[in-house]
C-alpha cells in the first residue's frame, strides 16, 4: 500500500471514530493530568517567547468566536455580569482610579479625542436629558443658583458686564430703536395680562461658538421666559433637538 493510500485510510478511520478517540485522549489525559501539567510548565519556562507568540496566534485565531461567545453570555447573565462589575468595581476602586489618572497622564491626546468623540456621539441625548432634568429639578437649580449669586457677585457681574458689552457690540447703526423697544413692551404685557413671565428672546444668540446674532428687531421674538431658560445660548436649530 502507498503512503498517500495508507494516509487517507488512516484518515477515514479517525473520521470514522472521531468521538471514541476524542474519549479516549480525554480518559487519558484526566489519568495524567498532573505529568501533563509539569511538562507543560516546564516548556513554557523554557521556552517563553515560543510560549508568547503560540498564545497570540491563538488569540488572533479564535478572537470572533470568544467574542459572540462573551456577548451571548452577558446577554443570558445581564444582571449577574453587571453585578459582579459593580463588586469588583467597589473592590478596587483605588487601583481602577489610579490606573485611569496614570493612562489620562500618558495618553493626553488620546484621551481629548476620545472625549470629542463621545460628545458629539451623544449631544442630541445629552441636550434631551438636560433638558428633562431642568423641568423636574426647577426649583432645585433655581436655589442653587440664587445661592451661587449671592456668594458670587463679582462673577454675576462679570457675566452681567459681558453680554451688555456684547448687545453693544451687536446692535449695528440700522437697527430700529422703536421697533426694539415695541418688542419689549409686547412681552411686559402679555407677562401684565396673562400672569405668565415673558421674555424678549434673541432667536441667533448675541453670544454662540456656532454663530452670532445681531440685537436687530429682526432677530428678536417674544417668548415665555421658561422657554427662553431652556434655549439658553444655543443655535436655533440646536435648541429644537433639545
Same mark, same amino acid.
Given at each position: 500500500?502507498?503512503?498517500?493510500?495508507?494516509?487517507?485510510?488512516?484518515?477515514?478511520?479517525?473520521?470514522? %471514530?472521531?468521538?471514541?478517540?476524542?474519549?479516549? &485522549?480525554?480518559?487519558?489525559?484526566?489519568?495524567?493530568?498532573?505529568?501533563?501539567?509539569?511538562?507543560?510548565?516546564?516548556?513554557?519556562?523554557?521556552?517563553?517567547?515560543?510560549?508568547?507568540?503560540?498564545?497570540?496566534?491563538?488569540?488572533?485565531?479564535?478572537?470572533a468566536?470568544r467574542?459572540?461567545?462573551?456577548?451571548?453570555?452577558?446577554?443570558? +447573565?445581564?444582571?449577574?455580569?453587571?453585578?459582579?462589575? $459593580?463588586?469588583?468595581?467597589?473592590?478596587?476602586?483605588?487601583?481602577?482610579?489610579a490606573?485611569?489618572?496614570?493612562y489620562?497622564?500618558?495618553h493626553?491626546?488620546?484621551?481629548?479625542?476620545? $472625549?470629542?468623540?463621545?460628545?458629539?456621539?451623544?449631544?442630541?441625548?445629552?441636550?434631551?436629558?438636560?433638558?428633562?432634568?431642568?423641568l423636574?429639578?426647577? #426649583?432645585v437649580?433655581?436655589?442653587?443658583?440664587?445661592?451661587?449669586?449671592?456668594?458670587?457677585? #463679582?462673577?454675576?457681574?462679570?457675566?452681567?458686564a459681558?453680554? &451688555?458689552?456684547? $448687545?453693544?457690540?451687536?446692535?449695528?447703526a440700522?437697527?430700529?430703536?422703536?421697533?426694539?423697544?415695541?418688542?419689549?413692551? #409686547?412681552?411686559?404685557?402679555?407677562?401684565?395680562?396673562?400672569?405668565i413671565?415673558?421674555?424678549?428672546?434673541?432667536y441667533?444668540?448675541?453670544?454662540?461658538?456656532?454663530?452670532?446674532?445681531? %440685537?436687530? #428687531?429682526h432677530?428678536?421674538?417674544?417668548?415665555? &421666559?421658561?422657554? +427662553?431658560?431652556?434655549?439658553?445660548?444655543f443655535h436655533?436649530?440646536?435648541?429644537?433637538v433639545?
Open positions: 500500500m502507498s503512503t498517500t493510500r495508507k494516509q487517507q485510510v488512516d484518515k477515514a478511520w479517525r473520521e470514522a %471514530h472521531r468521538e471514541e478517540l476524542r474519549l479516549k &485522549k480525554r480518559e487519558w489525559y484526566l489519568a495524567h493530568r498532573d505529568l501533563m501539567l509539569a511538562r507543560a510548565r516546564e516548556w513554557a519556562a523554557a521556552h517563553p517567547a515560543e510560549k508568547q507568540a503560540r498564545q497570540r496566534a491563538q488569540y488572533r485565531k479564535h478572537r468566536k467574542r459572540a461567545a462573551n456577548k451571548a453570555r452577558h446577554a443570558a +447573565n445581564r444582571d449577574r455580569v453587571a453585578q459582579r462589575a $459593580k463588586m469588583f468595581r467597589l473592590a478596587n476602586a483605588e487601583a481602577l482610579r490606573k485611569r489618572q496614570a489620562r497622564l500618558a493626553p491626546a488620546r484621551v481629548r479625542a476620545l $472625549k470629542r468623540a463621545d460628545h458629539q456621539k451623544h449631544a442630541a441625548r445629552r441636550l434631551i436629558h438636560t433638558r428633562a432634568y431642568r423636574a429639578h426647577a #426649583e437649580i433655581r436655589a442653587r443658583w440664587n445661592q451661587w449669586a449671592r456668594a458670587n457677585p #463679582e462673577k454675576v457681574n462679570a457675566v452681567v459681558k453680554r &451688555k458689552a456684547a $448687545k453693544l457690540r451687536a446692535t449695528p440700522w437697527a430700529n430703536p422703536d421697533a426694539i423697544t415695541a418688542i419689549y413692551a #409686547e412681552a411686559a404685557r402679555l407677562t401684565r395680562e396673562t400672569g413671565p415673558y421674555a424678549v428672546d434673541h441667533y444668540p448675541l453670544l454662540s461658538p456656532l454663530v452670532c446674532g445681531l %440685537h436687530v #428687531e432677530n428678536l421674538r417674544v417668548i415665555t &421666559k421658561s422657554e +427662553n431658560s431652556r434655549k439658553r445660548n436655533p436649530d440646536r435648541a429644537k433639545a
